[in-house]
């Protein structure tokens, strides 16, 4: 069983388009994140969510909308997609409060092209 | 504020050799710090992390790591590189005990010779 899973893998869209990343845990942690992994490797905190409630907002444009429904599930939404959106998105979770001891499990990832 | 540094990008050594990939933080206060490893095409594996126990940390697939703060490093090594190990490594800190936020450094391509 895929302990983090992401759909899709690979998304290729125009630029201005709208689009969405799903991502799903079943490993029973309160926490979810959301990273971007740019052309060079970069690996940068978007968001994280704790039971659904949001506790980390990096800089991130409010094109970027996620939404938890339940503490298993975190989407990504993309508004009006740009060029520089072009990355490796990797949606992550960890266990919360005294469980946590920063260890991250990540997905697979969704890699976006936006042309 | 808090960062690591990894000190190059792209790093090649003998299958055989020995491998070892640099990196130092800047914190105030001694933070947890863990290596991650990125295969191609996949997502981040943990190889381990150091949470204030032992200075010196074993991970998997022979790789170790020791903290030193007077140095304030966290360098990765391993005796004898496999050819497998060639992937991407990530070192990556926070800011304690229940912070969630990791801050991961820019990372290190390993590139092993045959």
């Known amino acids: 069983d895929t302990a983090v899973s992401q759909t899709p893998k690979y998304l290729v869209t125009q630029m201005g388009n709208d689009k969405s990343i799903k991502c799903e845990q079943n490993?029973?942690?309160?926490?979810m994140y959301w990273y971007k992994q740019d052309s060079k490797k970069f690996l940068k905190i978007m968001f994280s969510?704790?039971?659904?409630?949001?506790?980390i907002n990096e800089t991130v444009p409010n094109r970027f909308s996620p939404k938890s429904p339940d503490k298993a599930h975190l989407n990504l939404h993309i508004n009006s997609l740009e060029l520089g959106d072009s990355a490796v998105y990797f949606c992550?979770?960890?266990?919360?409060?005294?469980?946590?001891?920063?260890?991250?499990?990540f997905g697979e990832g969704s890699r976006l092209t936006v042309l | 504020a808090q960062s690591v540094t990894q000190l190059g990008s792209h790093v090649s050594v003998s299958e055989g050799a020995l491998v070892l990939l640099r990196c130092n933080y800047s914190?105030?206060?001694?933070?947890?710090l863990f290596w991650y490893v990125q295969y191609p095409n996949q997502g981040l594996q943990l190889l381990l992390k150091y949470t204030s126990a032992a200075t010196l940390v074993k991970g998997i697939n022979g790789f170790e790591a020791e903290f030193k703060k007077s140095e304030t490093s966290f360098h990765l090594t391993k005796p004898s590189a496999h050819m497998s190990d060639a992937a991407e490594y990530f070192c990556a800190h926070n800011g304690g005990f229940g912070n969630e936020k990791l801050t991961f450094g820019t990372g290190t391509r390993l590139t092993i010779i045959p």
């Open positions: 992550a979770s960890s266990p919360s409060g005294g469980a946590n001891t920063g260890e991250l499990f």
């Open positions: 969510y704790n039971n659904k409630e949001l506790i």
């Open positions: 490993l029973g942690h309160d926490t």
């Open positions: 914190s105030s206060v001694p933070p947890y």
